[in-house]
């Protein structure tokens, strides 16, 4: 007596969680409402540590130019300082 298979199911498969193509269910959910989410907080990670490297080097920019303002004008007031007591 030959037995004929039982009809596949077409819709997702409870038994091994993958959709009838074979593909993980996961990757229709990832692109929804839920994917949507999930890029809004890796986007603000991205933010938030690519505003700190730029804080740090911006900040890194504007000590080294306050202190070269800073030397040469020191520069300037010793030497008119020197130029009034040779006088």
Known sequence: MIME???RNTSCE????????GRHPYRRVVGGPIGLLAGFK????A???????????GGNLNQKNRKT???????ELSSDQSDSKSE
């Open 5 to 7: 298979p039982e009809p």
């Open 14 to 21: 409870v038994q091994t969680g993958r959709a009838a193509s």
């Open 42 to 45: 890796v986007a603000g990670v």
């Open 47 to 57: 933010a938030a540590v690519s505003e700190g490297l730029l804080s740090c080097t």
């Open 69 to 75: 303002r800073i030397d040469q004008d020191l520069k």
